[in-house]
């Protein structure tokens, strides 16, 4: 059993402007004390052709951890627009959120990102450059189409895999925060589901340098 159970997370302000802050706001559970610090990571996709492209947009160090309830927002700017290849900018992207102890990840959520101008005239006709018009350009955070991925993670006691254990890692992908599999209750409300492909939303398949939410390794 994990000793963090991510219980909820909820995009704030979603849809806003490219250039507003990125606002979530996450719940959890702590269900033994932990010693060290819960390393929370907001990451942005700038391309699907190279991680070279990727942005860390912030790091919140939180712990130590007593048992208990948690609930806080996690806030970073937006991506750096001036590292993001121009014909990246609108359109489809990814954005990943994650949390780490002591320095082994174990639970990352994926999120669809659509950037697109918020006025009918620019998306008739877009300027070359799509850099000099940020200021009209909307994030929408497809926040009920969540991946939820978890990872194992001893924390600070140190087990032995068991046939019975690695069975339920296997149960794990594609489960949502508090336990819900696909299709059923998890991160951003009833009935989100983590079965869509990256493909069906503008071409973010395996093929492209993406695995599902992330890069192929």
């Known amino acids: 059993m994990s000793a963090i159970n991510v219980t909820q997370v909820s995009v704030l302000d979603n849809p806003a402007f490219f250039l507003a802050p990125l606002k979530f706001e996450i719940q959890y559970e702590c269900l033994q004390p932990l010693q060290k610090d819960l390393e929370w990571k907001l990451t942005y996709v700038g391309s699907a052709e190279s991680d070279a492209h990727d942005q860390e947009l912030d790091v919140v160090l939180v712990g ?10 996690f ?3 937006p ?7 121009a014909s990246d900018l609108l359109g489809v992207t990814v954005l990943l959120l ?5 320095g082994v990840e174990f639970i990352r959520v994926g999120y669809y990102v659509n950037n697109e101008y918020a006025d009918e005239e620019l998306k008739e006709n877009p300027p070359e450059n ?14 009920e189409k969540p991946r939820v991925t978890r990872f194992p993670c ?3 006691t140190p087990s032995i895999p068991t046939a019975a254990s690695m069975d339920d890692y296997d149960e794990m992908e594609n489960m949502n925060p508090g336990g819900a599999k696909a299709g059923e209750f998890g991160v951003g409300g009833e009935g989100a589901t983590t079965t869509h492909s990256m493909d ?16 192929a390794q």
């Open 200 to 215: 069906a939303h503008g071409g973010f398949a395996a093929g492209h340098g993406l695995s599902e939410y992330g890069h």
């Open 130 to 143: 799509p850099h000099g018009r940020l200021d009209r350009v909307v994030r929408n955070i497809l926040e």
């Open 79 to 85: 991506p750096d627009h001036n590292k993001i290849p």
């Open 75 to 77: 806030q970073a700017d």
């Open 154 to 156: 001893e924390f600070d």
């Open 64 to 73: 130590p951890v007593a048992v208990g309830s948690y609930k806080f927002v």
């Open 98 to 102: 994650t949390c780490a102890y002591d």
